[in-house]
């Protein structure tokens, strides 16, 4: 006999899931319905074996759903970063400062083998931004002026030949 199973909200935490009718009035997620029964999470432990004994027909199935509602996951994960921003951004700081040495080391060996074109480029870019760039700088240098004479003059007065 095969058993259909609905989409229902969970009445707990209000997550997607998947429902019996037998298992009681109310639906629960996995979680939530472990947590009620206080026993060995029975509903939880079927679904993580059913999902490791058939991951490939899982990820196939999941990547249909995405592909066919892009949208819709596109703005149900919008709408969860801008509600978890602060967590998020928390997550994100802890995570580099973590793994900093990590990535520093990962940005010197990639930037040692690959000096010759990093180099080009910047000389091809610079070449073709000039005039944009020294417009840049006049612009600068017109509106620091003060700040630019006074660091010079100090620079000159530490660095005067006695």
């Known amino acids: 006999m095969v058993v259909a199973l609905d989409m229902f909200v969970c009445s707990v935490c209000g997550r997607r899931t998947d429902w019996l009718d037998e298992l009681g009035e109310t639906p ?18 079927r679904q993580r074996a059913y999902y490791q004994s058939h991951k490939e027909e899982v990820a196939a199935y999941q990547r249909a759903y995405r592909q066919a509602h892009k949208e819709k996951v596109a703005a149900r994960r919008r709408a969860y970063r801008l509600a978890h ?6 997550y994100q700081r802890a995570y580099r400062l ?11 060996a990639y930037y040692q083998s690959h000096k010759a074109e990093e180099a080009a480029w910047q000389r091809k870019y610079y070449q073709e931004h000039k005039e944009e760039r ?22 000159h007065q530490e660095h005067k030949e006695v």
Request: charged share 35%; aromatic share 10%; proline share 4%.
């Open 28 to 45: 629960l997620c996995p979680a939530c319905f472990d947590e009620k029964i206080d026993s060995e999470p029975l509903y939880a432990a």
């Open 85 to 90: 921003k602060a967590e998020e951004a928390a």
């Open 134 to 155: 020294a417009a840049w700088q006049r612009k600068y240098h017109q509106e620091h002026k003060e700040e630019i004479a006074a660091w010079q003059r100090k620079y």
């Open 98 to 108: 973590a793994h900093k040495e990590k990535a520093a080391a990962r940005q010197r």
